[in-house]
Antibody
């Protein structure tokens, strides 16, 4: 059974760095064609893709947020960590991690975590 | 402004057939499989279609298709539990990113 779970602070202050961890089970991020994306959804708005890390450790970032994002993975712990610097109120959103598995990593994510709501507030 | 364009709202009655559309470009929908996600209230988006393939557990009244740079999600025999917001998504090689539509709110009358 494939599961993904996001964890991190519920509240961060403006200018702080957000660190989110996605802990997954039921698949390996070392396997060919397996990739993991981070996606966020501000309240009442559409999802926005943030970043992706692939089975071969290639990384891709949303160009508008690239300077603020860093992805890393720890395959021994089945975890992927996303860091986002200089948090602002507009970054308030539910943050999801989602898996892609298939012939190419640009396929739509097929499994999503339950999401974690992050509020930016002083 | 989203890279993929969806109707803001669509409505139908129970048992009716409705089609939602998602319009993009050659560098996204025209080149890649489109995913459709159903979001009920504030729940996690749930995959209901990958291209024309049904994920496990999704009823076969859902079907998907694509023509050029427009993808469609059709629900035949609309049910009250289908009331939700539906998002389409595709990879886009021009921006090297997964892009989403703005979402269509489906109301079952």
């Amino acid at each position: 059974q494939v599961t993904l779970r996001e964890s991190g602070p519920a509240v961060v202050r403006p200018t702080e760095t957000l660190t989110l961890t996605c802990t997954f089970s039921g698949f390996s991020l070392n396997s060919y064609g397996v990739c993991l994306s981070w996606i966020r959804q501000p309240p009442g708005k559409a999802p926005e893709w943030l970043a992706r890390i692939d089975w071969d450790d290639d990384k891709y970032y949303n160009t508008s947020l690239k300077t603020r994002l860093t992805l890393s993975k720890d395959t021994s712990k089945n975890q992927v960590v996303l860091k986002m610097t200089h948090m602002e109120s507009v970054d308030t959103a539910t943050y999801y991690c989602a898996r892609v598995e298939g012939n190419y990593c640009g396929a739509p994510p097929d499994k999503w975590g339950q999401g974690t709501l992050v509020t930016v507030s002083s | 402004q989203s890279a993929l364009t969806q109707e803001v709202s669509v409505s139908g009655t129970v048992g009716q057939r409705v089609t939602l559309s998602c319009t993009g470009a050659s560098h996204n929908i025209g080149s890649y499989t489109v995913g459709w996600y159903q979001q009920i209230s504030h729940d996690t988006p749930k995959p209901v279609m990958f291209g024309s393939s049904l994920p496990s557990g999704i009823p076969d009244r859902f079907s998907g298709s694509k023509s050029g740079t427009t993808a469609s999600l059709t629900i035949s025999g609309l049910q009250p539990e289908d009331e939700a917001t539906y998002y389409c998504s595709s990879w886009d090689y021009s921006v090297t990113a997964q892009v989403f539509g703005g979402g269509t709110k489906l109301t079952v009358l």
